[in-house]
Structures are given as structure tokens and as C-alpha cells.
């Protein structure tokens, strides 16, 4: 069982916006400013998307933006296209002696 | 650009030992922070291990603590894990990852390929 928890799908239509949640504790997510969004495709690495609740690494199209409120954060991905089609996975610093906890990731597709 | 290959996964019987390594590149590898991730289709993603850029500070998720141990050598650019005691289910796929920047591991910024290690009779 995961730390964190996602909704285990979510979809949405070409061009439309979807958001995908997280939900932790007053231990990690509540508490960092480290929440982190990962892009993974089937037999690939996983793939950093969004650092510290809503910056985005160079490379990274602006239709992915994240977003924290409490112990909760969110990822959204607006105007969908095809090759968004992946599972997605949050992850929060918490703490020196447990690195990082993740959530159970989100597979979403492309309808 | 930045690449981590990881090497040494493989079939091992439970209580057996296996020893991996990530060779590291494009990037000065004594000035990041690295850790072990793993991923299965039962635990998900773990964080397994990290290690500060001397090698003096090292953690340990408690469910590998005492069994697995995580080193470096700076000059040999090179992460390793060694896994003793093994479980079935410490069956997965481990990714030697780094840290986004320089300093305090707070983010893990880029990941190899993954190495499947099997525990299995």
C-alpha cells in the first residue's frame, strides 16, 4: 500500500484538461514544499515532470502544472494530446531517515 | 546529458546476495547526492537507499536496513548496492537515480533504466 494516494485511472478527451490528486499526510505533503510529479511510459524510467509542488524542468511543456493545498497536491495537464497517454506518480520528501514516499500512480488516458 | 546504467540484476534464491552497480556520465558525479529506487507491481515505487556525495551519510528504507547496504566511488564515477539476505519480496525493478541539484537530496531529477532483480526459488 502506497503513502501517498491517487485515483488509480483518469481520462480525458484531445484538448480537454484533466487533474490528478495526491493525498498525504501532515507528514509529507503537508509538510514539504518538495512535491514532485513523474511521467513514467510502460518498460520506461520514470520521468520528472513538476519539482517543489509547481515548478516544471526545462523540456517540460507548460500544459503540466502542478499545485499543493494542504495535505493534498494536484497535477493538471490541459489541451490532452495523444502522447500524454501514461502513468503518473506523485512523490514528497519526508524527511532525511525516509527520503521520499510515492503515490500508487495514476494511469491516464487519451480517449 | 545526464545517463545512469545500472547492471548486475538477475535471478538469486531467497537468502542469497546480489550486488549492483550504476555507471554514471554527463554530469560531475562527486557533486550529486544518488539513491536506489525500486518499483514492483505489488509495493509500487520505494524508495530503497540514498547516499551524500562522500559516501559518509547513507539511509535506508526499514524494509532493507541491515540487509542492504549502499556505496560509491567518486573516481570510478559508479553507484552500487549490495543485497544480502534476500526476499521474494524484494522482487522488482531498481532504479539507481540523482538528485535534481547539487546540495540536500530533496527531489530525484533523473533515473536509469532499471535493472530487474528476481527472488525466486
Known amino acids: 500500500q502506497s503513502a501517498l494516494t491517487q485515483p488509480p485511472s483518469a481520462s480525458g478527451s484531445p484538448g480537454q484538461s484533466v487533474t490528478i490528486s495526491c493525498t498525504g499526510t501532515?507528514?509529507?505533503?503537508?509538510?514539504?514544499?518538495?512535491v514532485s510529479w513523474y511521467q513514467q511510459y510502460p518498460g520506461k524510467a520514470p520521468k520528472l515532470m513538476i519539482y517543489?509542488?509547481?515548478k516544471r524542468p526545462s523540456g517540460v511543456p507548460d500544459r503540466f502544472s502542478g499545485s499543493k493545498s494542504g495535505n493534498s497536491a494536484s497535477l493538471t495537464v490541459s489541451g490532452l494530446q495523444a502522447e500524454d497517454e501514461a502513468d503518473y506518480y506523485c512523490?514528497?520528501?519526508?524527511?532525511?531517515?525516509?527520503?521520499?514516499?510515492f503515490g500508487g500512480g495514476t494511469k491516464l488516458t487519451v480517449l | 546529458q545526464v545517463q545512469l546504467v545500472e547492471s548486475g540484476g538477475g535471478l538469486v534464491k531467497p537468502g542469497g546476495s546480489l550486488r549492483l552497480s550504476c555507471a554514471a556520465s554527463?554530469?560531475?558525479?562527486?557533486?550529486?547526492?544518488m539513491s536506489w529506487i525500486r518499483q514492483s507491481p505489488r509495493r509500487g515505487l520505494e524508495w530503497v537507499s540514498y547516499?551524500?556525495?562522500?559516501?559518509?551519510?547513507?539511509y535506508y528504507a526499514d524494509s532493507v536496513k541491515g540487509r542492504f547496504t549502499i556505496s560509491r566511488d567518486n573516481a570510478r564515477k559508479s553507484l552500487f548496492l549490495q543485497m544480502d539476505s534476500l526476499r521474494a519480496e524484494d522482487t522488482a525493478v531498481y532504479y539507481c537515480?540523482?538528485?535534481?541539484?547539487?546540495?540536500?537530496?530533496?527531489?530525484?531529477?533523473?533515473w536509469g533504466q532499471g535493472t530487474l532483480v528476481t527472488v525466486s526459488s
Open positions: 512523490s514528497s520528501y519526508a524527511g532525511s531517515n525516509n527520503l521520499a514516499v
Open positions: 517543489e509542488v509547481s
Open positions: 547516499i551524500s556525495t562522500s559516501g559518509n551519510t547513507r
Open positions: 501532515s507528514s509529507d505533503v503537508g509538510a514539504s514544499n518538495y
Open positions: 554527463g554530469f560531475t558525479f562527486s557533486d550529486y547526492y
Open positions: 537515480a540523482r538528485a535534481l541539484t547539487t546540495g540536500w537530496y530533496r527531489t530525484t531529477g533523473a
